[in-house]
């Protein structure tokens, strides 16, 4: 199914690039007739995120009782649709009202297209197979920030939008034509079975007790905060806090977000593989241990006013972030059957946006306006020290129960 996964691979990488043009855009925003300010700007991203999260339970309902392959073309189609309207906004509010509705189309997306892959290839590759398709986030980010941030000083922040979203209403209809096989193919055991609409309930009773999901779902959140938060406002840290040009500022940003994402998500996926013969907790190790490491890094980097430390910092810190994104989502779907995978997807989604990148850009363009952005960022390490400590336990109780049923 190597067509599939290079289609919901490309895919994913206009999603990202569509979600993150906004980043780019932020200080063009700001001087513009708009005059968003550092909180409404994060309360932009965040806006996004809150539809994105709210729209998830429903479309995982939905990924798990109706065809797959049209609801993604659909989701795709609204979220490029939505982003293009970003450009024709003419106030803070309908701006909000565009990128809100991007959250619905990616919602559809960022639900089923997991599920998908999952029936695609068997547990031992998908490690790998998620990488492939998750390294499509840093590199559809660093798009987002260098299409956006070169079209905006060439041609002005409202064709980023257009930019950014006219690709994506093509891609709509390349989804429609990837197969949608029975649900659990490659798991034997769960061939064919989805949930009905009525079981619904009886599925998310059945992930709260599912203990190793709900602990690294809790993880995802700290993650996602500082990501979330990071992602949002690092364009405007290296322009405003170390005076880079915009133009240097977004292109570095994304070149350095693609090559330390593609490298770090590879290396994840590849090493998680590996290890899962010798422990089944090797995507948790993998997550947790990376992160722990990072949380130094990513606080010396934002801290430190000089050139090559800050740069170092950023760099290793975005291949030690990025090295969990494949192995991670491999336990999520691994830990629950395949018939409820795109609402595990949906609830998860939920869960790691209202406690992470929902709250996280609006927090710290609240602190920034209250008291300058190089402290505002300073949070963000803490919340990554957070996500390894839960990951490391998680994998923890993961060995000793194993341990103890095999006893």
């Not at 479309?59 to 939505?82: E, M, N, P, Q, V």
């Not at 800050?310 to 291949?319: D, Q």
Request: aromatic content about 12%; charged content about 10%; some cysteine.
């Amino acid at each position: 199914m190597r067509w599939g996964l290079a289609v919901l691979t490309l895919v994913n990488l206009f999603n990202y690039l569509d979600r993150y043009v906004l980043a780019a855009l932020g200080e063009s925003l700001t001087r513009s007739p708009l005059h968003v300010t550092d909180t409404q700007f994060g309360v932009l991203a965040s806006g996004f995120i809150v539809v994105y999260m709210l729209a998830a339970p429903l479309f995982g309902t939905l990924g798990d009782t109706r065809s797959r392959t049209r609801l993604i073309a659909l989701g795709i189609f609204l979220w490029s649709l939505a982003t293009a309207l970003g450009g024709l906004a003419w106030g803070f509010a309908s701006l909000l009202v565009a990128r809100a509705l991007v959250g619905v189309g990616e919602a559809a997306y960022g639900t089923i297209a997991p599920s998908l892959l999952a029936d695609y290839y068997p547990r031992s590759h998908r490690g790998r197979v998620f990488s492939i398709f998750f390294a499509a986030i840093p590199i559809g980010s660093a798009l987002g920030y260098v299409v956006g941030g070169q079209v905006d000083v060439h041609f002005g922040w409202r064709s980023a939008f257009f930019v950014a979203g006219v690709p994506g209403l093509a891609l709509a209809a390349l989804a429609l034509r990837l197969p949608d096989p029975p649900r659990g193919v490659c798991d034997s055991e769960y061939v064919g079975e989805r949930i009905t609409a009525g079981a619904v309930r009886t599925a998310y009773a059945a992930l709260l007790r599912n203990r190793p999901y709900v602990l690294t779902v809790l993880g995802y959140a700290a993650y996602t905060f500082a990501l979330g938060g990071m992602a949002v406002f690092l364009p405007k840290f290296l322009i405003r806090v170390r005076a880079l040009p915009e133009g240097p500022a977004t292109l570095w940003s994304g070149i350095s977000l693609a090559a330390t994402g593609f490298l770090g998500t590879f290396a994840g996926g590849w090493i998680g593989d590996r290890l899962l013969p010798l422990t089944r907790q090797a995507y948790l190790w993998i997550s947790g241990v990376a992160t722990l490491v990072a949380a130094p890094i990513a606080f010396l980097a934002l801290a430190s006013g000089t050139p090559a430390v800050y740069w170092t910092g950023i760099v290793v810190a975005e291949i030690l972030l990025f090295t969990s994104t494949g192995p991670i989502n491999s336990a999520i779907v691994n830990a629950v059957a395949p018939g409820i995978r795109a609402t595990a997807m949906a609830a998860s989604i939920f869960t790691i946006h209202v406690l992470g990148d929902v709250p996280s850009p609006t927090v710290v363009g609240a602190i920034s306006d209250a008291s300058s952005l190089a402290r505002a960022v300073l949070i963000l390490p803490v919340a990554v020290l957070v996500s390894g400590a839960i990951w490391t336990y998680a994998a923890w109780c993961g060995e000793v129960t194993g341990r103890a049923a095999v006893a």
